[in-house]
């Protein structure tokens, strides 16, 4: 739930960026749209003016026609003529296409306006031979009539008519379709309004829908949010219960114990009762002799005694278990099992613990030879040691023969400890024996105590021989508990027993894979 609502939260933020979009994009439309709303009654107005003007053009046609005529007709009425009026019929049709035409060019951008029928009727061409045809009769018998003036002005109407008649299609089809355009830029007009209108409420209704997400996002942060720390809750809750579980075991067996506690708490109880009833009798006694002591009090004259008295009334009286005389005392059983181990580390550097100088009769003999010039030697430093503890640095112990024995004790785990080591590794069981030693300068809790000392570090004490020379030490120099230095001396014995044992299988392995066949040579030998 938690992975999906990041991926919600990502999600709408996409969302939020396309409405902004969309808010963007509706505000934009809404300025066109309020502008198209502005510039459309100057439109209607301006076609109200284009009808008018051509109804006005088509009202002062014939009067226009008239007087262009009028320039032309009485000479050729005068020449009474029928071919002149047939060339006089052909100048007329002319002239009455051309202004036609003239017109429609003049009228084009308002024609583009009309619906397509429309624009196809006015594009037609006019049939010229019928209108010459038409003109011709008109003017002949004009002619024949009369030839004054007022007839001539007579033709001249009716030609004006004539010319009026094959233009007013145009104009009525004109003026028909400009009333079309002008309703439909009415209708136009109201929808662009109700248009405005809406996309003015779109455009709330987007500001609205952006606030509201922007709300949104910001909520579903926060929930998100709450989330995680709801699943961390959860986590938590989890190991609650179990540690819920794990006291509930302990309740059952605390209410064993309550229950058993519940029956001494009666007999307490019965106690406590009694010794009320005492400490209301000393309560009693106790504010009398305060009253006495008040009174009292009260007539004494303090001085510096008194001062001092009250300053420190009572004095501190301490008593040493196992008194420790001084620092080196305190270090001497860090230091001497120390000594001893890199005494006999030493050793195995100046003295070959396998190489033999002639051929060893058995595997035993060969393994006590060895065994026994280190033991010597190991004795030897121990006696060195303990002498210089003792007479030299001027450190007392508890017992000096035990020191001693001890002391000798503690050379000889460490002899046949490394012994065993350097025997089967060489170089190597040295390198392990450094590493023992370092270990157990700081697990050995020789300098302070194990509860200081590193849980991975304190994991090593137990295994390791110095921490029981180091405790044996300490109670054969401090605290003079002999039976705790014989109990650390029995688990130094298991070290000194366990590599004596090794070291000796070793041995007789090695004259069984080096000796044994040459073992007859070997007597012979010996016999010589």
């Known amino acids: 739930m938690n992975d999906a609502g990041s991926q919600l939260l990502s999600a709408s933020k996409d969302l939020k960026a396309g409405t902004d979009a969309l808010y963007d994009g509706i505000n934009s439309a809404s300025t066109g749209i309020s502008t198209i709303n502005g510039k459309l009654p100057e439109l209607i107005e301006g076609t109200d003016k284009v009808k008018n003007g051509i109804t006005s053009v088509q009202a002062q046609l014939p009067n226009q026609l008239a007087s262009g005529l009028s320039s032309q007709l009485p000479a050729l009425v005068k020449q009474s003529s029928i071919a002149s009026a047939d060339e006089m019929a052909n100048q007329l049709a002319d002239f009455i296409i051309q202004y036609q035409q003239q017109q429609l060019a003049a009228l084009q951008p308002l024609i583009q306006q009309l619906p397509p029928e429309q624009r196809e009727q006015l594009a037609g061409s006019v049939d010229r031979t019928a209108l010459v045809n038409q003109l011709k ?6 002619i024949n009539n009369n ?84 699943k961390a809750g959860a986590d938590q809750l989890a190991s609650g219960a179990n540690q819920l579980n794990a006291g509930m075991g302990q309740l059952v067996d605390g209410s064993g114990q309550l229950s058993s506690g519940a029956g001494q708490l009666a007999e307490g109880s019965v106690q406590l009762a009694d010794g009320t009833n005492q400490l209301q009798a000393g309560t009693d006694e106790l504010n009398k002799k305060l009253s006495e002591a008040a009174d009292e009090a009260s007539s004494l004259h303090a001085n510096d005694k008194t001062y001092d008295m009250m300053a420190s009334p009572a004095e501190v009286d301490s008593a040493h278990i196992n008194k420790v005389p001084n620092y080196g005392t305190g270090f001497a059983p860090y ?16 003295f070959p613990l396998v190489d033999s100088a002639g051929i060893p009769k058995n595997g035993w003999s060969w393994f006590v030879s060895k065994l026994a010039v280190m033991v010597t030697i190991g004795v030897i430093q121990s006696l060195f040691i303990a002498t210089l503890v003792l007479y030299v640095l001027d450190i007392d112990v508890q ?66 021989p110095m921490t029981y020379s180091v405790k044996g030490f300490k109670a054969v120099i401090s605290s003079g508990d002999y039976s705790f230095m014989w109990q650390n001396a029995g688990i130094l014995a298991i070290y000194i027993i366990g590599s004596m044992l090794i070291s000796l299988g070793y ?22």
């Open 137 to 142: 009769q008109q003017i002949i018998a004009g």
């Open 147 to 230: 030839s004054s003036s007022t007839n001539t002005n007579e033709l001249t109407g009716q030609l004006a008519a004539q010319i009026k008649a094959s233009t007013d299609p145009v104009f009525n089809q004109l003026t028909a379709g400009l009333q079309q355009v002008q309703e439909g830029q009415k209708a136009l007009q109201t929808g662009i309004s109700q248009l405005d209108q809406g996309s003015q409420q779109l455009k709330q209704g987007a500001l609205q829908l952006s606030n509201g997400q922007n709300q949104y996002l910001s909520s579903f942060g926060l929930f998100t949010q709450k989330l995680g720390e709801a």
């Open 335 to 350: 230091f001497i099992s120390l000594g001893l181990f890199v005494g006999a580390l030493l050793l195995t550097i100046i």
């Open 399 to 464: 017992n000096v023969p035990l020191f001693y024995l001890f002391t000798i004790f503690t050379s000889l785990t460490f002899i046949t400890l490394i012994q065993f080591l350097v025997t089967l590794g060489g170089n190597p069981g040295r390198f392990i024996a450094i590493l023992i030693l370092i270990l157990q300068l700081t697990s050995s809790a020789g300098t302070f105590p194990l509860e200081v000392i590193p849980k991975a570090v304190q994991f090593f004490n137990p295994l390791l």
């Open 507 to 528: 041995f007789i392995w090695k004259f069984n894979q080096k000796y044994k066949n040459n073992e007859a040579e070997h007597h012979h030998s010996l016999a010589v």
